[in-house]
């Protein structure tokens, strides 16, 4: 196989791997370049040519270094109760994800973590995210820890982290405060709703 072969199926790979990008498009958009696949290629091939000048937007802003603490033992049913405060925290609402995926889950002691909050500067769904902050590795905090941050977090903003359920599944665990208290929903990674600009994400 010649090094420009090489090239190109690595090329294919990649697209492949990052293929979940593809959500973003309508339908439409989808189904046009399934069957106009050679003029597809023809246009991105154009686009990448004349990438020069062109300004790449980055998807996240970098905001603040985070230090979440270690944790001993963490039993989420304990804590993650609706319509109680505890440490301070009123839970109004959990979501049926979230109440299926996370509420049995026990996790046993994690190292504290030296992490950096970002912000979502443009419509972005969790892959593309994922990607940008470098990976699943580095995206994955425990949800004791997401309930450490919670406690003094600022009330203003909405914060999202990616979190493994009972059965190691990664998700992206949201919370924003409402008028009654704390909300907190799981979302599938591979959903095709994204999130909107400004809420907080982590990476190490």
Same mark, same amino acid.
């Given at each position: ?51 020069? @000048?062109?300004? !790449?937007?980055? &998807? ?7 230090? $979440?603490?270690?944790?001993? /033992?963490? %039993? ?11 440490? @301070?925290?009123? !839970?109004?609402? &959990? ?7 996370? $509420?049995?889950?026990?996790? /046993?002691? %994690? ?94």
């Amino acid at each position: 196989m010649s090094e420009q072969q090489k090239q190109i199926s690595k090329l294919a790979g990649a697209l492949t791997e990052h293929q979940d990008n593809f959500g973003a498009w309508s339908t439409e958009n989808r189904q046009w370049v399934i069957q106009n696949t050679v003029a597809a290629i023809s246009l991105f091939a154009e686009a990448v040519k004349n990438r020069a @000048g062109v300004e !790449v937007k980055k &998807l996240l802003k970098f905001i603040r270094p985070v230090s $979440l603490p270690a944790i001993p /033992k963490f %039993v989420a049913s304990e804590k993650f109760r609706e319509g109680e405060t505890i440490d @301070g925290i009123k !839970v109004a609402w &959990l979501g049926s994800n979230f109440k299926t995926h996370f $509420l049995k889950k026990v996790e /046993k002691p %994690v190292p504290a973590l030296e992490m950096r909050e970002h912000e979502l500067a443009v419509p972005s769904r969790d892959p593309a995210i994922i990607t940008e902050l470098g990976g699943e590795e580095q995206v994955e905090t425990t949800l004791g820890q997401f309930w450490e941050f919670l406690k003094t977090a600022d009330q203003k903003f909405w914060y999202v982290r990616h979190i493994r359920d009972v059965n190691g599944v990664l998700w992206a665990v949201g919370g924003d405060w409402r008028d009654d208290g704390l909300g907190v929903g799981a979302y599938s990674l591979g959903r095709p709703d994204g999130w909107s600009t400004g809420g907080r994400f982590l990476s190490r």
